[in-house]
């Protein structure tokens, strides 16, 4: 028997390494009962470590017993991040929803995946999160703080003849407003901007 790769952890239940390899870099692994599953952790055992520049791209799939799976990038792993916890609750669909036309039966397992691809194409993907309430905070927070930074250099406005007798070099405020204003316009755009 070859030493597992990959491991998951479910709160309450025993650690699963039990992936099954899809082809030479991709592998999976069923969580049984995962309605009430909240976060995974899925990490590397130490057992074999991935190649230089090399990682593992982790994606949830919450199976529907009538269509083909639909994977959702979560986030990686890799030798200098070997675990990493995942928030799932989110992702799952409603198994509620009946279907009176084509009754079928509930999938009550959802599947994790791993894909063995490069770290630099890794790192460019972005994560499936509860995004909304992200770039909501986000949002609010650089508001907040784009207000208090021109409040903040307001605060020092003088008269132009004290400007003319002083040593000290000045930024016209309109310079500031200028900035917050394109500031707030770019976030607004796309709240990654600056990224």
Do not use: C, W
């Given at each position: 028997?070859?030493?597992?790769?990959?491991?998951?952890?479910?709160?309450?239940?025993?650690?699963?390494?039990?992936?099954?390899?899809?082809?030479?870099?991709?592998?999976?692994?069923?969580?049984?009962?995962?309605?009430?599953?909240?976060?995974?952790?899925?990490?590397?055992?130490?057992?074999?470590?991935?190649?230089?520049?090399?990682?593992g791209s982790v994606y949830f799939s919450w199976p529907d017993p009538v269509a083909p799976p639909t994977w959702q990038f979560l986030g990686y792993i890799s030798n200098q991040k070997p675990s990493a916890i995942f928030k799932i609750s989110k992702l799952k669909t409603d198994s509620t929803t009946a279907n009176p036309f084509a009754p079928q039966p509930v999938s009550h397992v959802a599947q994790i995946g791993i894909s063995v691809e490069p770290l630099v194409h890794i790192q460019s993907q972005i994560p499936v999160t509860d995004?909304?309430?992200?770039?909501?905070?986000?949002?609010?927070?650089?508001?907040?703080?784009?207000?208090n930074f021109f409040n903040f250099a307001s605060s020092f406005v003088t008269n132009p003849a004290a400007v003319a007798l002083s040593p000290t070099e000045f930024i016209p405020i309109s310079v500031f407003q200028q900035w917050y204003t394109n500031f707030q316009r770019r976030l607004q755009t796309d709240p990654n901007f600056w990224k």
């Open positions: 028997m070859t030493n597992p790769m990959f491991g998951v952890i479910v709160s309450g239940r025993l650690v699963q390494t039990d992936f099954q390899p899809v082809d030479e870099t991709k592998f999976f692994i069923t969580i049984p009962d995962a309605d009430n599953i909240n976060h995974i952790v899925v990490f590397l055992t130490g057992a074999i470590p991935f190649q230089d520049g090399i990682g995004d909304n309430a992200a770039v909501s905070n986000f949002m609010e927070f650089a508001t907040k703080m784009l207000e």
